[in-house]
């Protein structure tokens, strides 16, 4: 198996953890689900909310989320650049950018270990869940990926960077409060990528949160593309070069809106 193949079908985290330097199309068949340490129990884990993390447990638990979505991430890159053909021109360039992101998110995951380690923890002291994996489950192309991933996940994710950033500040940790800013500004050029990419697959689109909003699957919406009403990062938003307009719709676009059905 190369090492990339070792990400998704490997148990251990640090096969999950080593640098890639190329990537190609496999011949394996699509997972289900990331192979993962039996030692890692999948179950219930809630993301503390900001207020928790006055307490030692409050904050480790929130960086054991944080790291529980990196390790998401490393796994869901890898299963674009080994399952997502790339005929176009756009595409090509998208998996070359990606595996660079990938590299980063492996980058992000240690440093959030490193962190639960330096407070008395471990990554497995507490259950993970699948959530942004199983939201991918049935996307087979690199524009959905670029949708959910960079102008979804990535996007929500400059929102709760900077807002858990703030508490772990205020709540004496200055370290954990450092690599969340350091995850952000890697965050801003993933979704100013994924924006690019995104932008060059449309074709006869004219608009592109519209674009956006059609390649969402089951269960997401534009909503999922922002931390809160109050969280929200503009000034990220517009380091990535997202428009006004895709802004603006994502901000107002209403929590409550039944995601749309699968078709
Ligand atoms: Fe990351
Ligand atoms: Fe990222």
């Known amino acids: 198996m190369t090492p990339l193949e070792h990400i998704l079908f490997g148990k251990k985290i640090t096969s999950k953890l080593e640098k890639i330097h190329t990537y190609h199309e496999t011949h394996l068949l699509r997972p289900e689900n990331p192979a993962r340490e039996e030692s890692l129990k999948i179950g219930k884990s809630k993301f503390p909310q900001a ?53 980063d998110e492996q980058r992000h995951f240690k440093l959030y270990e490193m962190r639960i380690k330096d407070l008395g923890y471990n990554f497995g002291d507490f259950p993970v869940n699948l959530h942004l994996w199983n939201k991918c489950k049935n996307i087979t192309t690199l524009k959905q990926f670029a949708a959910v991933m960079s102008l979804t996940f990535e996007t929500a994710n400059l929102d709760f960077a900077l807002h858990y950033a703030l508490y772990f500040r205020k709540f004496g940790d200055e370290k954990s409060a450092h690599v969340l800013e350091e995850v952000h500004q890697d965050e801003i050029v993933h979704v100013a990528y994924g924006q690019k990419a995104f932008d060059a697959s449309l074709e006869h689109e004219n608009n592109f949160f519209k674009a956006y909003e059609k390649e969402l699957p089951f269960g997401l919406t534009p909503a999922h593309s922002r931390g809160g009403k109050e969280i929200f990062d503009l000034k990220g938003r517009k380091k990535a070069r997202l428009t006004d307009d895709f802004i603006k719709q994502t901000r107002t676009y209403p929590r409550a809106m039944r995601a749309k059905s699968s078709s």
């Open 51 to 103: 207020q928790e993390l006055s307490t030692l447990e409050g904050r480790v638990k929130a960086l054991h989320s944080f790291a529980s979505h990196e390790l998401q991430a490393i796994e869901l890159m890898s299963l674009a650049l080994l399952f997502f053909p790339a005929r176009e021109d756009w595409e090509k360039k998208y998996k070359d950018h990606l595996l660079l992101a990938l590299d």
